[in-house]
């Protein structure tokens, strides 16, 4: 059998289009806009699937670790061939996208978000949506948004509870009117400790995409809301927030995060024996002399887009930016002594 072309652009879009919401002049919105996915595990894949499916013009797809076999439970986008192929998330979320969607641009960056590198891919987008899974990441973006004009959508969710707010700069508050500084990590449950139910991984991606499809259209009546879910209680709450105008963010334009004031250059992975350690620059290791030079001290396997190298109670995952992801600690000092020991510091 004779295979068919994908449906006219048109077509493929009618059941949205028609909605009164969006109309073709919301799809045509749409199509012109572009998308910052920060973050593609969890929340970015099912964020970055639904965005393709809608028919938002273009994708830029960025995240910095590598698929394991405990994802699959809650990042839809992938399968089981991804983790095999030991893939980074962007590429794989990059491949599936185009065969979902041919019709629009994506792009994969695989790359951590820092503040040397966050103005310049906030730049290139219409709207920021948040897939991360720690504060330090959403606050630098909270800062970076803010100076730059630009609108992002805050989510987060553990357990099964989760809670979305969409930041317009100029016409709301941010997130440090309503979160001022970020919790203290060690008293704050991880995925690790507490668990993250699939489905309320779904509902606040759901909901995230839904507040920026609001903002992109251009929806006259919406409002800034903060949600508050629990998908398992049943229970579905929203207050609209207040600006703070003593806020040191939106308030007093205080960037802290973004100048590189506030943060960290070790961060402990959410749901992960896993610290990443990333260099005070990007640097471009050389994976031919690396391997060569560990081979005799463990086993290294190279799949063309990163290097990985297991000894017997440790596995190192060195990325094409310099940065490496230490599994089997939380401890960033071990991490940090690791990474001196085998990569070179």
């Known amino acids: 059998m004779a295979q068919t072309e994908p449906a006219a652009t048109g077509e493929r ?24 996915i920060v973050g593609c595990g969890a929340l970015g894949s099912v964020q970055a699937e639904l965005t393709a499916r809608a028919g938002v013009g273009r994708l830029i797809v960025v995240d910095r670790d ?12 992938f399968t089981e061939q991804d983790v095999r192929d030991r893939l980074p998330k962007a590429e794989a979320a990059a491949r599936h996208l185009r065969a979902i969607n041919s019709e629009i641009a994506i792009e994969a960056v695989t790359t951590d978000v820092t503040p040397a590198n966050v103005e310049a891919l906030v730049q290139r987008a219409d709207l920021v949506l948040d897939g ?9 973006l909270n800062d970076c948004c803010v100076k730059l004009g630009k ?49 309320a991984v779904m509902w606040v991606a759901a909901l995230e995409v839904t507040e920026g499809m609001k903002i992109l259209v251009a929806d006259p009546a919406a409002q800034v809301r903060l949600y508050a879910l629990d998908i398992w209680g049943g229970t579905f709450a929203s207050v609209t927030p207040q600006r703070n105008d003593e806020c040191p963010c939106c308030g007093q334009r205080q960037f802290g995060f973004l100048t590189g004031k506030r943060g960290s250059s070790s961060t402990v992975f959410c749901g992960r024996n896993a ?15 690396l391997t060569q030079r560990l081979n005799s001290l463990g086993r290294t396997t190279m799949n063309g887009l990163v290097l990985e190298f297991e000894t017997d109670k440790h596995r190192l995952v060195v990325f094409p930016d310099g940065r490496v992801l230490v599994l089997g600690t939380t401890n960033p000092t071990e991490a940090r002594g690791l990474v001196a020991k085998y990569i070179g510091s």
């Open 66 to 77: 590598i698929l394991e076999l405990h994802n699959l439970h809650r990042q839809i986008l």
């Open 275 to 289: 610290v990443q350690v990333t260099p005070e620059r990007p640097v471009n290791p050389d994976f031919g002399r």
């Open 151 to 199: 609108p992002w959508v805050y989510g987060g969710v553990l357990g099964s509870d989760g809670t979305v707010m969409a930041v317009q700069p100029g016409q709301g508050p941010c997130l440090r009117c309503i979160f001022p500084e970020p919790p203290d990590a060690s008293t704050v449950p991880t995925c690790e400790t507490r668990g993250v139910l699939n489905t």
């Open 13 to 36: 879009y009618a059941r949205q289009s028609v909605l009164p919401m969006i109309r073709a002049a919301g799809q045509q919105r749409l199509a012109d806009s572009a998308v910052l």
């Open 132 to 140: 991360t899974d720690n504060f330090e990441t959403r606050y630098l």
